[in-house]
């Protein structure tokens, strides 16, 4: 009898194994497709193309001021996308150093010199990029370039969707939220910028809003967008039931010492 039990324990368990490697296997290659990711890069006041090999840079002229431009590519593959850009009260371009000297605090990071070191003014009232073409099922990530070469373009307020930014990528707290009263000039040096971490579109649409203060002016130098899908629900089900059956069936089988099922 404790044979018999053993061996259909065992035959049990060989039963469970193919199942639980198949549904593994299923998560597995679902979660890549689930949370893939497309990366915008955008270049504003931009003289020429950014040289970074295998970098696919959108290229806002100066000529293209206030323009809309759509089909943004792909940072990676260089394919076009549905995002576009709408943009308004903006002044002329300008220039400066990005990094110590213009010289890049680090190289590895997505804002180069060529990138950083330049940007549309924003005079008087405020100037707006409406991105357009996104998935209102997405959350999006957007990093934000604000720099200059002089303390006259402090103190600007940068919104994303009425929103101040969560933090910078050097995660030094800010005496206000992020992008409010945001130093431009101290910015251009340390190689600093602002990140949006969790944006979501409404209709297709978000919007970053730069407002100056103090009678001073602003800048807007650079911009990527990351984007990420969110699970579908079947996915979710998926991670939600697969445990509660395996926890049903082996509570189902699990006898007494003789390999009975319990009553």
């Known amino acids: 009898m404790i044979a018999t039990s053993r061996s259909i324990s065992r035959r049990m368990a060989s039963r469970r194994s193919p199942l639980a490697a198949f549904v593994y296997a299923v998560c597995l290659l679902s979660v890549p497709a689930a949370w893939a990711s497309v990366v915008v890069q955008i270049d504003f006041a931009s003289p020429a193309p950014v040289p970074v090999p295998g970098v696919h840079w959108n290229m806002v002229s100066n000529a293209q001021v206030n323009t809309n431009i759509g089909n943004l590519v792909d940072t ?41 070191g330049d940007g549309f003014t924003v ?65 251009s040096f340390l190689g600093e910028w602002m990140i949006w971490e969790n944006v979501t579109s409404s209709g297709g649409e978000a919007e970053l809003v730069v407002t100056p203060q103090f009678g001073n002016a602003a800048m807007l130098n650079a911009v990527r967008i990351q984007a990420i899908a969110v699970p579908e629900p079947s996915l979710l089900s998926l991670f939600t039931m697969v445990p509660i059956g395996f926890y049903w069936r082996r509570k189902r089988f699990s006898g007494d010492r003789t390999g009975r099922r319990r009553a």
């Open 76 to 116: 990676n593959t260089g394919n076009a996308t549905a995002i576009g850009l709408e943009q308004t009260g903006f002044a002329g371009p300008a220039t400066l150093n990005w990094g110590p000297g213009g010289v890049d605090p680090d190289p590895s990071d997505w804002v180069v010199s060529a990138a950083g």
């Open 123 to 187: 005079l008087g009232g405020p100037a707006s990029v409406l991105f357009t073409g996104l998935d209102d099922s997405f959350i999006y990530r957007f990093d934000v370039v604000a720099a200059a070469s002089s303390t006259f373009f402090d103190g600007a307020d940068y919104q994303i969707n009425g929103d101040f930014g969560d933090d910078t990528n050097l995660g030094t707290p800010p005496l206000t939220e992020v992008g409010d009263n945001w130093p431009a000039f101290a910015s």
